[in-house]
């Protein structure tokens, strides 16, 4: 799955609007909601994203499903 979908899962489990989390982060709203259209996040802005919405991103070994 990618960035941008498991965000907004994140997003609308927890009931938290796009806009919210642009705000939170200072970046400009429209600029948040094509990066989350467009999945063209860089791994520091899903880091900060994630912070934002209380998630760690963690790496599972698909073989094993041992988590790192």
């Known amino acids: 799955m990618s960035a941008s979908k498991n ?12 806009g919210a989390v642009a705000d939170a ?9 094509n990066k989350l259209s467009r999945d063209t996040m860089k791994y520091n802005d899903v880091e900060k ?16 499903k041992e988590i790192y």
């Open 7 to 18: 965000i907004k899962v994140v997003l609308t489990k927890k009931n938290i609007k796009p």
């Open 25 to 33: 982060l200072g970046v400009d709203r429209q600029v948040f909601y």
């Open 49 to 64: 994203i994630a912070d934002a919405l209380g998630c760690d991103i963690v790496f599972i070994d698909k073989q094993t």
